[in-house]
Nanobody
Framework: QVQLVESGGGLVQAGGSLRLSCAAS????????MAWFRQAPGKDREFVAS????????WYSDSVKGRFTVSRDNARNMDFLQMNSLNPDDTAVYYC?????????????????WGQGTQVTVSS
């Protein structure tokens, strides 16, 4: 049984930082491209960042490029999203997702597994 469990969300002031973690189990982690998506109230889910299963190449949405960093630790079956210079527009539920052997994967429909989400709230 595949499980993705996010942690690290919370309330932070504008300009602050948070680090999200995603712990994966039940899958061959090194065969999966890992991604982060987010969904704000009343908005569609959107791609945030992803990291390649083999090369660890990374992709980012324009809205977070230069502020967020995605990384992975294959030995621990985990990936991370370091979020700096947060602003209120970053407020959303953040989801971890996995797709086997995929590349960038900007569409959520291409991901097979999802976590339950973690809330990030940025106050102004």
């Amino acid at each position: 049984q595949v499980q993705l469990v996010e942690s690290g969300g919370g309330l932070v002031q504008a300009g602050g930082s948070l680090r999200l973690s995603c712990a994966a189990s039940g899958l061959a982690f090194t065969s999966y491209t890992m991604a982060w998506f987010r969904q704000a109230p009343g908005k569609d889910r959107e791609f945030v960042a992803s990291i390649h299963w083999s090369t660890s190449s990374t992709w980012y949405s324009d809205s977070v490029k230069g502020r967020f960093t995605v990384s992975r630790d294959n030995a621990r079956n985990m990936d991370f999203l370091q979020m700096n210079s947060l602003n209120p527009d970053d407020t959303a539920v953040y989801y971890c997702a996995a797709r086997r052997y995929g590349s960038a994967g900007y569409s959520g429909q291409t991901y097979s597994y999802w976590g339950q989400g973690t809330q990030v709230t940025v106050s102004s």
